[in-house]
């Protein structure tokens, strides 16, 4: 199979004691030099949230946009950041990066990573590891729903490789996304795993820097990690998982309270990636005390418990279908509660267009469809020739079972060119004062000011359509921007809806998730 992945060019000899040379940052408060450095930490970065059942084609090495080294993997993402930044004040700590993959096309939309692409990836990592030996701490900025085909758990299967190497003794501390599918298997290599506890993750910067204090406990001998892991048999769509909401917000604030009465305790909690068809999905706890496992497992039990107790709120939900949405949104615009916010939660493909036809019959309008993904119709617009000012006819979107069936859009072509990464972009206004933006790839946008770039002002619009579960409330309704929210759901049991028993899973039982049934002793 031809995966794109370059060895020669990525892991070749050539070029690692270059690149190592120039991938120490020794952090000190006062300047500093890598021999003033009492510890010596790699950082390494190796992301993906994976929708097995997404149609967008299996993961290779050429799928993955960036290829980061050294001093560019510090620099690399949120969590990072804060791992850099605790780190630097530290002042005793040369950070070395690991050759780190960065970005897939297609984010999360996007089915399996090849095996190749991932053991190629792991690989250079390990390789730049035994080049940097001896370490101190190992840092992994993960995610914990990355899937790879034979891999059944990737994250685990990168902390035992990294375990390998570096021994018994040297702490290895994970940050991952509260999405992530894991159990007991990464602790059993890693010492320390930090997930988000807000959706919107507002506080990814936050984990890395436990991280940093964490890893630097442990080399200054203060601090011996013991851990506990529990599942507590639930699995919940994403957009229930919002923890603006009880109780996703009860779930994560227990954890809190657990961190806050118990000295040096740390309660993770992932809610799981259910759209991942992976033995560990669901949600997921994992608690780290400083040698005291009794405490850690009395915190991990309670903790499971709670979860337990309040699963039927947590795991089931309804939202409305996109003819009672449209009802919704009309009647918030009538009685000026406008801008209204509307997530089109379940559409991982990005092309569906249940959402556009039934405001077209209610007829609203001032909507922003922000985005609906249609490579091909790009494809047309740019082997056309088209240009700014041209009529638009054409049929966009529906082109996956989930997205339903394309809709005949007619109007102006304003706008074709770059935004937000891609090289091709299309804004077409039709009806009165509404417009689409049309994109090559699922795009989830999580702010009002995305919406502003060449003829699009967001302030000429009263509804926001995007494809987003959650992430839109960070600067569509947290900020106070839309005084009106309304979540659809898709009408039929595709990849991204609450009907999760409609997934073909292989790899996961539900029976014993609920609520399509209980696992044992429950």
Not at 498 to 514: C, I, M, R
Request: aromatic share 10%; net charge negative.
């Amino acid at each position: 199979m031809d995966t794109g992945f370059d060895f020669f060019r990525w892991t070749g000899a050539s070029g690692r004691a270059a690149g190592l040379a120039l991938c120490g940052l020794v952090l000190a408060s006062c300047g500093g030099s890598v021999d003033a450095a009492s510890y010596r930490v790699v950082v390494a970065s190796f992301q993906h949230e994976t929708c097995t059942f997404c149609p967008g084609g299996d993961i290779s090495a050429e799928d993955w946009q960036g290829r980061l080294e050294g001093d560019e993997v510090l620099t690399s993402g949120s969590y990072v950041r804060g791992f850099v930044s605790q780190a630097e004040d530290y002042g005793d700590i040369e950070l070395v990066g690991l050759r780190s993959p960065s970005g897939v096309f297609g984010g999360s939309s996007r089915s399996w990573n090849t095996k190749e692409a991932f053991d190629g990836f792991l690989d250079a990592m390990i390789e730049d590891l035994e080049a940097a030996m001896p370490v101190d701490g190992v840092y992994l900025a993960l995610h914990g729903a990355m899937a790879v085909r034979d891999v059944p758990r990737p994250e685990a299967e990168i902390a035992r490789r990294f375990r390998e190497v570096v021994g018994p003794d040297v702490p290895i501390a994970g940050t991952f996304d509260l999405h992530g599918n894991e159990d007991e298997e990464f602790l059993r290599h890693a010492d320390f795993a930090f997930v988000t506890k807000r959706y919107p993750h507002y506080d990814a910067t936050v984990q890395g820097g436990r991280a940093a204090r964490a890893v630097h406990r442990v080399m200054a001998g203060t601090y011996t990690p013991t851990t506990a892991t529990r599942k507590p048999g639930v699995i919940t769509a994403t957009v229930l998982q919002w923890t603006g909401q009880s109780p996703s917000m009860d779930i994560m604030e227990r954890a809190r309270r657990w961190e806050a009465r118990e000295d040096d305790a740390f309660v993770s909690v992932f809610y799981g990636y259910p759209w991942s068809d992976v033995p560990d999905v669901g949600a997921t706890v994992h608690v780290m005390t400083n040698g005291d496992q009794a405490l850690a497992d009395r915190i991990a039990d309670d903790m499971n418990d709670f979860i337990w107790r309040v699963r039927e709120d947590f795991a089931i939900g309804g939202y409305p279908l996109p003819d009672e949405a449209a009802r919704q949104v009309r009647n918030a615009v009538r009685s000026g509660a406008v801008p209204v916010a509307v997530g089109d939660h379940s559409d991982r493909p990005g092309d569906a267009t249940h959402i556009f036809k039934a405001f077209e019959e209610a007829g609203i309008e001032r909507v922003l469809h922000g985005a609906i993904s249609d490579p091909a119709a790009l494809d047309r617009l740019v082997e056309s020739g088209a240009s700014v000012g041209d009529p638009f006819d054409d049929e966009v979107g529906g082109f996956t079972p989930s997205g339903g069936t394309p809709v005949r859009l007619t109007g102006e072509l304003a706008y074709l060119g770059e935004w937000r990464g891609y090289d091709v972009v299309a804004v077409v206004r039709y009806g009165n004062g509404s417009a689409v933006i049309l994109v090559p790839a699922y795009t989830q946008i999580t702010d009002p000011e995305s919406f502003r770039f060449g003829p699009l002002d967001p302030d000429d619009f009263d509804v926001f359509v995007v494809k987003s579960r959650v992430h839109f409330r960070r600067g569509f309704d947290e900020t106070g921007f839309a005084p009106s929210i309304v979540v659809v759901e898709a009408p039929g049991p595709f990849v991204g809806t609450t009907y999760l028993d409609a997934l073909p899973y292989e790899n996961v039982d539900l029976s014993t998730l609920f609520p399509y049934g209980a696992p044992a002793g429950r």
